[in-house]
């Protein structure tokens, strides 16, 4: 079952930052929060991942609180190509049993030009 | 990072027939594959977990005898839905799990008349 807790949908303006939250209030010490998402018929797409510090890539940041219970997904410019469902994911490192990806139903990101 | 094709794309089958869909990881030896299943406008659900050389494990309210999966080689895991019903109908996801991350196939569009 999906652990945890992302807003239906949201709108974003073309060149600002778009910032998805994700309640895991449940996680686990050893859990990880993966982001991925999926664009219209697609396969999902990896972002991004963290533990405990913030991490950043090509792609996006990834805000984790101190407690772990919450975590900001940030898209720093938002394109048009962007609009997507984001899901935010939480599971065990790999190697341990019971580490399948179970997805919610994620973030509708729509990008307005 | 880790690519994963599948085939066909897409396939249209009458009821009552069994149709097959291939997961191929082309650049990395998965001994773990996970197949998903996405109805319209509903999030992905796992349905099964794919073992090399071994029975998969089936979520709970999957029919195994349904849902044939054969994962005979490291790079190959295929799904055959059997006797298909129109509310077969989906998109089927296959994905693999390396060492840190999971990578999602393309998906197939399975369609059921």
């Known amino acids: 079952d999906a652990k945890t807790t992302q807003p239906t949908s949201m709108d974003c303006a073309e060149g600002r930052a778009a910032n998805l939250p994700c309640n895991h209030s449940t996680i686990s010490g050893n859990e990880y929060v993966y982001w991925y998402r999926q664009i219209h018929s697609q396969g999902p797409q990896y972002i991004i991942h963290?533990?405990?510090n913030n991490e950043t890539n090509e792609m996006a940041s990834l805000i984790i609180t101190e407690d772990r219970k919450s975590s900001t997904l940030i898209l720093p410019h938002a394109t048009l190509r962007d609009t997507a469902v984001y899901y935010c994911i939480v599971r065990v490192a790999v190697g341990n049993t019971g580490n399948q990806f179970y997805f919610g139903t994620g973030t509708s990101l729509t990008v307005i030009p | 990072g880790a690519v994963v094709s599948q085939h066909p794309s897409w396939v249209i089958c009458k009821s009552g027939t069994s149709v097959k869909i291939e997961c191929r990881s082309l650049d990395f030896q998965a001994t773990t594959m996970f197949w998903y299943r996405q109805f319209p406008k509903q999030s992905l659900m796992l349905m099964a977990t794919s073992n090399e050389g071994s029975k998969a494990t089936y979520e709970q309210g999957v029919e195994k005898d349904k849902f044939l999966i054969n994962h005979a080689s490291l790079t190959l895991s295929t799904l055959t839905v059997t006797s298909a019903h129109p509310e077969d109908s989906s998109f089927y996801i296959c994905?693999?799990?390396?060492?840190?991350?999971?990578?999602f196939g393309p998906g197939t569009r399975l369609t059921v008349t």
């Open positions: 994905s693999l799990r390396t060492a840190y991350e999971q990578y």
């Open positions: 963290g533990l405990k």
